[in-house]
């Protein structure tokens, strides 16, 4: 394990295991921690960079064994994209590589109807949050169409297990999933 990503998972472990600390902390604290780590582009082995000719690639890189967290690389092959998604955990997600373009979504719980919000394109560094306490339903995309991009995305749950919903644009209607990964647990 490279010793930046050793410091991160350390302090993310120290951050979730306190007693009674709270999501506003994790989400505070948290964003601190993954910037010092996006903000170089000298840890994630090359095994966790590897786009797919056709979708999106979601790498565990760690999973606390209590899973009160999982750090994951997505690899964004030109062009790709999510569907309109939710979490519905907490989390953090950080560019490394290249740029995404983040499209977050309101849902009226009671008629599904979906409207978006402002996009944001998050640049190597830049750390946004995602929660149903802040907003949790976004797409997400590859700014570029010639080129790859990676971001670093911390989860409350190990995400690869956890229920989540894709949701259609023009009624709202939610379907379940469950995303899985591309590679079996590592160590970067």
């Not at 903000?39 to 590897?50: E, I, M, N, R, S």
């Not at 919000?117 to 640049?123: A, S, V, W």
């Not at 991009?149 to 409350?156: A, N």
Request: charged share 20%; net charge negative.
């Amino acid at each position: 394990m490279h010793p930046r990503f050793e410091r991160f998972i350390q302090g993310m472990n120290e951050l979730t295991a306190r007693p009674a600390v709270g999501e506003e902390d994790i989400l505070r604290e948290g964003r601190v921690l993954l910037g010092e780590l996006v903000a170089q582009d000298d840890w994630l082995a090359p095994a966790y960079t590897q786009p797919h000719p056709q979708f999106y690639q979601q790498y565990l890189l760690y999973c606390c064994p209590q899973e009160r967290f999982s750090v994951v690389s997505f690899v964004w092959g030109p062009g790709q994209k999510t569907p309109i998604h939710d979490h519905t955990v907490w989390g953090l997600i950080g560019m490394l590589r290249g740029a995404e373009r983040s499209r977050p979504f309101d849902r009226d719980p009671q008629t599904g109807q979906m409207t978006e919000e402002d996009t944001q394109i998050l640049e190597p560094g830049v750390v946004e949050v995602v929660s149903p306490t802040v907003g949790d339903i976004h797409e997400v995309s590859n700014v570029y169409d010639d080129q790859v991009s990676i971001s670093i995305h911390v989860y409350g749950a190990d995400i690869g297990k956890v229920r989540r919903h894709v949701f259609d644009p023009q009624t709202g209607q939610a379907k379940e999933f469950v995303s899985g990964y591309a590679n079996r647990p590592a160590v970067v």
